[in-house]
């Protein structure tokens, strides 16, 4: 048996289970680790500025490569800091493992006052996590960071989280370490399937609501084949925009905020499929939730989430690609009744995006001229800042993961770090994230990351000098009595410069498009001010159809 250290195993553990990055800020109670990465070649360490953003850099990571982000950190005020980041990987069901150190093992839960100590870190982590463990002897630590795999690779993904305490990782024993596996997709029962093909065999008008599962399952191929068979109109969340192309005849875009095509189509259909959607009641649109007339089947790879918010006539507990080839192939023979006219819904898709237009023409505007500036493999993070949350709407996402939101947690701050970590795992694809001048100050100390590691992300900041949606919130709704929202902002493009990174003023929103195309070619990390009128409105406060 090897004899080697706890740091040691964590790094040869992680490397055996195929990590090639972690990220990370260093502290005492994990020198044992990073010592350990010194003499263990084949991971890429990158030393962020705030244990928030290393989580938010795995974030991005997992989520546009499909892979595993890990991220380490310090316990106690390391641990705390990360949870922000936590809660945002959990909303988004991303494959995230969480690093965390303790302190001794034989000081827990005794209130000494040692450095970074908290009472029950543990439990603290578990709203955020889908498992954690403490591990309090060297032996084990291979044995837990493989269930973490295991648990990141089946079921539902989402974040998990192993701490360790500093004198478990410097004891020096032997120590096997665990084979790495691989994990079959969890298929549907065959009566659930039968169920769902007679209901979409006899539908005379089905729609399919693809949410975030479908990509996260790389599903997009299988989505697509059922509903080309059934000539069915795609309506997607906005964590699964891209799924199918929002081109594509079929794609009528993602419906959020009251926007889209959902409350046109959804009502008029008699049987909806939901893929991998939650259908939760964040950014709810009027009249888009399936009614109880209508029959449901709610096809999701977890299944508390069957019924959970609107009740459906057929539960398939599946991974989505494997759900989706399922049903696919119990069609291919059926007589199919779908009646849609091609004609209708390219109106219908049209009429959507004329009243984006006319409400929003400079956001919308904007967006597509973004949508050109960005080749179709390049990466847009999407922050919580007007166009971010137009972009949702008005951006027409080409390829499956390159479209990335902080789902239902809406993280202020989470867009220019998690780039960082989109570009990580994409070197040679273009990486833009889309911040606001607030959201922007939470992580500005990562353009230091950015400038040593050679990240090259462009990163746009929206300038309207205010916490932008909650002083709108103020003058539409408390009559213009603005308090706390207005805000003292830098030089953003010098002070890029500062950081060695490459800065751009841009004072109109109409020529932001040309400055990300110009960013994209220089390929250094960039900033890209860009002054934003503070009286134009996101999507959220806005009504369609009036």
């Given at each position: 048996?090897?004899q080697m250290?706890?740091g040691h195993?964590?790094?040869?553990?992680?490397r055996?289970?195929?990590?090639?990055?972690?990220?990370?800020?260093?502290?005492?109670?994990?020198?044992h680790?990073y010592d350990?990465f010194?003499d263990?070649?084949?991971?890429?360490?990158?030393t962020?500025?705030?244990e928030?953003?290393?989580?938010?850099?795995a974030?991005?990571?997992?989520?546009?490569?499909?892979k595993?982000?890990?991220?380490l950190?310090?316990?106690?005020?390391?641990?705390?800091?990360?949870?922000?980041?936590m809660?945002?990987?959990?909303?988004?069901?991303?494959?995230?493992m969480?690093l965390?150190?303790?302190i001794?093992?034989?000081?827990?839960?005794?209130?000494?006052?040692?450095?970074?100590e908290?009472?029950?870190?543990?439990?603290?982590?578990?709203?955020?996590v889908?498992?954690?463990?403490?591990v309090?002897?060297?032996?084990?630590?291979?044995?837990a960071?493989?269930?973490?795999?295991?648990?990141?690779?089946?079921?539902?993904?989402?974040p998990?989280?192993?701490?360790i305490?500093?004198?478990?990782?410097?004891t020096?024993?032997?120590?096997?370490?665990?084979?790495?596996e691989?994990?079959p997709r969890?298929e549907?029962?065959?009566a659930s399937?039968r169920?769902?093909?007679?209901?979409?065999?006899s539908?005379?008008?089905?729609v399919?609501?693809?949410?975030?599962g479908?990509?996260?399952?790389?599903?997009?191929?299988?989505l697509l084949?059922?509903?080309e068979?059934?000539?069915?109109p795609?309506?997607?969340?906005?964590e699964?925009?891209?799924?199918?192309?929002?081109?594509?005849?079929?794609?009528?875009?993602?419906?959020?905020?009251?926007w889209?095509?959902?409350?046109d189509?959804v009502p008029?259909?008699?049987v909806?499929l939901?893929?991998?959607?939650r259908?939760?009641?964040?950014r709810?649109?009027?009249?888009?939730?399936?009614?109880?007339?209508?029959k449901?089947?709610?096809l999701?790879?977890?299944?508390?989430?069957?019924?959970?918010?609107t009740?459906?006539?057929?539960?398939?507990v599946?991974?989505?690609?494997?759900?989706?080839?399922?049903i696919?192939?119990a069609?291919?023979?059926?007589?199919?009744?779908?009646?849609?006219?091609?004609?209708e819904?390219?109106?219908?898709?049209?009429?959507?995006?004329?009243?984006?237009?006319?409400?929003?023409p400079r956001?919308?505007?904007a967006?597509?001229?973004?949508?050109?500036?960005?080749p179709?493999?390049?990466?847009?993070?999407a922050?919580?800042?007007?166009l971010g949350?137009?972009?949702a709407?008005?951006y027409?996402?080409?390829?499956?993961?390159?479209f990335?939101?902080s789902?239902y947690m809406?993280?202020l701050g989470?867009a220019?770090?998690?780039?960082?970590?989109?570009?990580?795992?994409?070197p040679?694809?273009?990486v833009v994230?889309l911040?606001?001048?607030?959201?922007f100050?939470?992580?500005v100390?990562?353009?230091a990351t950015?400038?040593q590691?050679g990240?090259?992300?462009?990163?746009v900041?929206?300038n309207?000098?205010?916490?932008g949606?909650?002083?709108?919130?103020?003058?539409?709704?408390?009559?213009?009595?603005?308090v706390?929202?207005?805000?003292?902002?830098p030089?953003?493009?010098?002070?890029a410069?500062?950081?060695?990174?490459?800065?751009?003023?841009?004072?109109r929103?109409?020529?932001s498009?040309?400055?990300?195309?110009?960013?994209?070619r220089?390929?250094?990390?960039t900033?890209?001010?860009?002054?934003?009128?503070a009286?134009l409105?996101?999507?959220?406060?806005?009504?369609?159809?009036?």
């Open positions: 048996m090897p250290t706890g195993a964590v790094i040869r553990a992680l055996a289970e195929g990590v090639e990055v972690v990220f990370g800020l260093p502290g005492v109670q994990i020198m680790i350990a010194y263990t070649p084949g991971i890429r360490v990158i962020c500025r705030h928030q953003t290393t989580v938010y850099m974030d991005g990571y997992a989520r546009s490569t499909g595993i982000g890990v991220a950190v310090v316990p106690g005020p390391g641990a705390y800091n990360a949870g922000a980041a809660s945002t990987a959990f909303a988004a069901s991303s494959q995230v969480l965390t150190g303790q001794d093992s034989g000081a827990i839960g005794k209130d000494f006052g040692a450095l970074h908290i009472q029950g870190q543990l439990e603290f982590m578990k709203p955020v889908k498992w954690n463990d403490l309090l002897k060297a032996e084990d630590i291979p044995d960071i493989h269930m973490g795999f295991r648990q990141l690779q089946t079921g539902r993904p989402r998990v989280e192993i701490e305490p500093p004198d478990v990782l410097a020096s024993t032997g120590i096997e370490l665990a084979e790495p691989a994990y969890p549907a029962d065959a399937i169920a769902a093909a007679d209901l979409l065999a539908a005379r008008r089905p399919i609501w693809a949410g975030g479908v990509v996260l399952a790389g599903a997009s191929r299988e084949a059922l509903a068979l059934l000539k069915a795609v309506i997607t969340t906005s699964a925009k891209g799924a199918i192309p929002e081109t594509h005849r079929l794609a009528m875009g993602t419906s959020s905020y009251g889209g095509t959902g409350a189509l008029q259909a008699d909806v939901a893929v991998g959607s259908l939760g009641t964040y709810p649109e009027p009249g888009a939730q399936p009614r109880p007339e209508q449901l089947i709610n999701n790879i977890d299944p508390t989430e069957i019924g959970k918010t009740p459906a006539a057929v539960g398939v599946a991974d989505a690609r494997v759900g989706l080839a399922q696919n192939a069609l291919q023979h059926r007589r199919l009744s779908a009646s849609w006219d091609q004609g819904l390219d109106a219908t898709k049209a009429a959507a995006w004329g009243r984006m237009g006319s409400k929003a956001q919308v505007a967006l597509q001229g973004i949508r050109e500036a960005i179709a493999e390049g990466f847009v993070v922050g919580i800042t007007n949350a137009w972009a709407i008005a027409d996402v080409l390829k499956p993961r390159t990335i939101t789902s809406g993280t989470y220019f770090p998690t780039s960082l970590g989109v570009k990580v795992g994409n040679e694809r273009p994230a911040c606001g001048d607030g959201g100050m939470y992580a100390g990562e353009l950015a400038v590691y990240i090259n992300v462009v990163a900041v929206f309207n000098h205010r916490f949606a909650s002083n709108r919130d103020q003058h539409l709704r408390f009559g213009g009595r603005s706390g929202t207005e805000l003292v902002t030089d953003f493009a010098k002070l410069e500062s950081f060695g990174a490459l800065g751009v003023r841009v004072p929103l109409e020529d498009p040309d400055a990300i195309r110009q960013a994209i220089a390929n250094r990390p900033v890209i001010e860009v002054e934003l009128p009286d409105d996101p999507p959220y406060y806005m009504r369609p159809r009036e």
